[in-house]
């Protein structure tokens, strides 16, 4: 019985009744007990129950679903979820997939309707615990707020915390810039990025050290700790802190906020018209590009900005804005030209295939050194316990040698596992010839009559990288999918083969 661990804790380990160690010692401990059990694999945690997205857990869902053990054990059942919903609905994936279930500390056997019934009841428990201890948790934080406390999170720029006191107290260093980085905004008008500017000119940084970017700046302007005020679950509750900004001034700079449209709850959300988001990369700070505008008196200008520059400044990266306009319609003719040319095409093709077979061997070649290591191990492992048993040698003299053979079998087996996985997935990334003719076609009709999501996509699927060292130097990477049928699938326009049949 091949068994896989999973341990949790949902905080640090200082403060937890049973440690990560803990927890894997008696699991450990129970395997061992069990007589034909070896242990392949372990899984760990450290976040709240309350979710199923967690590393170890994902890990080892994907590791059962691959057959690589046969049993999951865990301490407790609520170190796998504390949501009864969780919990079957791991239960049930793990059924499906042929994997046992057991918890070493209540014996039940999920293999009954009996013993499934008392897991879910486990799993009730376990969700009624989490949840008072919640609703606790947060009736002592809503009385803290009610007397103007601090109830944890980020400290504003301007405020250290009081631990002993649980209040927001004045930061000698910092907060003397709060009143000028409003009376810039509302007296002298200046904008979120050009006082970022100013500060990050006078040497000033941030709460991390950072330079101060146009986003630190409104979080300083929309923050009302600064009158004094502290927000706990939707409500804003006079604060036992000094304001550091005049009420008066905050609300004009308020009002300016929503007048600039930077007042977030304003924003109408549209889709973005970008269509190289996250496919452009600045050849100077080797940061992303993003997508950015600017309002003209009859039109809407569009462009892409290095990220350094548009967070930073100019001091930042010098990199040029690019129009989104005329940088889209370049990389759209330049990938139909590219896909158009039948020889380079091909060439790419025939370079994938060589490169894949060229990798074949290696993996190979580990996969048979793997089988032979496991094979002398085991070998090895066979005659220590042959002679143990028939008492040639004792306890003393081999304990600690099986036990080491033991591990470095288990680390074997577990690599043979993650190579046959490696050839299974270069099986999968097989190249597949494409249809030139066809290709370039459906290409065509997506790029020039398709909406924006298909080409959005089918760039993101054939564009690896468009590095941006200038206005006039712009070098874009194109690759070679490994199905273009099924990239090019639902993009296509319904007028792109056929006539549209009438309602």
């Known amino acids: 019985m091949r068994v896989a661990t999973y341990t949790r804790i949902s905080t640090d380990e200082e ?38 997205e967690r590393p170890g857990l994902q890990r080892a869902m994907l590791e059962a679903k691959a057959k690589r053990f046969d049993l999951l054990l865990v301490y407790r059942v609520d170190r796998l979820s504390r949501s009864v919903r969780g919990l079957a609905h791991v239960l049930e994936e793990l059924d499906a997939y042929g994997v046992a279930f057991r918890s070493a500390t209540e014996p039940f056997d999920t293999g ?81 990025n050009a006082i970022a500017a100013c500060l990050n000119e006078r040497g000033h940084r ?65 889709p973005s018209p970008y269509l190289l988001s996250g496919l452009l990369r600045c050849g100077f700070c080797h940061r992303h590009y993003v997508g950015a505008a600017a309002n003209g008196r009859s039109a809407r200008y569009t462009y892409y900005v290095c990220f350094s520059r548009q967070r930073y400044g100019r ?30 095409v091909e060439e790419a093709f025939r370079q994938a295939v060589a490169r894949l077979k060229a990798g074949k061997p290696s993996l190979a070649d580990e996969l048979d050194a793997a089988e032979a290591e496991i094979g002398r191990m085991e070998l090895a492992l066979d005659r220590y316990l042959t ?40 099986r999968a990334a097989q190249p597949i010839e494409p249809d030139l003719e066809d290709l370039a076609g459906r290409l065509h009709d997506v790029l020039r009559e398709g909406d924006d999501r298909g080409r959005k996509a089918l760039l993101k699927a054939l564009v690896h990288e468009v590095r941006v060292v200038g206005r006039r130097d712009i070098r874009p990477t194109f690759r070679l999918p490994s199905d273009p049928v099924r990239i090019l699938d639902g993009l296509v326009v319904p007028t792109g083969f056929e006539p549209v049949s009438p309602p």
């Open 112 to 192: 009954t309707p009996a013993g499934r019934m008392m897991v879910q009841m486990l799993g009730v428990f376990a969700e009624f615990e989490r949840a008072t201890i919640s609703d606790r948790v947060i009736a002592g934080m809503e009385r803290k707020a009610a007397r103007g406390g601090w109830c944890g999170g980020q400290r504003p720029f301007g405020y250290a915390v009081d631990r002993d006191r649980d209040c927001l107290v004045v930061k000698d260093d910092e907060a003397p810039l709060i009143p000028v980085i409003f009376r810039l905004y509302t007296e002298d008008r200046l904008g979120a």
């Open 315 to 344: 001091q930042a990266c010098e990199a040029e804005r690019l129009p989104a306009d005329d940088l889209h319609e370049a990389i759209l003719d330049a990938l139909e030209r590219t896909y158009s040319d039948g020889e380079l």
């Open 387 to 426: 002679a143990f048993e028939s008492g040639s040698l004792s306890e003393a003299a081999c304990g600690q040698r099986v036990k080491s053979l033991s591990e470095k079998l288990m680390e074997l087996r577990c690599r043979r596992y993650d190579l046959h996985d490696l050839a299974n997935e270069e």
């Open 206 to 270: 941030t709460r991390q050290g950072r330079p101060w970017s146009h986003m630190s700046v409104l979080t300083v302007l929309r923050n009302r700790a600064y009158v004094g005020e502290i927000f706990f679950r939707g409500v804003h509750r006079k604060a036992s802190h000094p304001g550091l900004v005049d009420p008066d001034l905050f609300e004009r700079a308020q009002a300016i906020l929503v007048e600039r449209g930077e007042n977030r709850g304003k924003r109408r959300s549209n």
């Open 15 to 52: 403060h937890q009744p049973y440690s990560l160690e803990a927890q894997a010692t008696r699991l450990d401990s129970y395997a061992a007990s069990q007589g034909d059990w070896e242990l392949v694999r372990r899984f760990s945690d450290q976040t709240s129950g309350a979710k199923l």
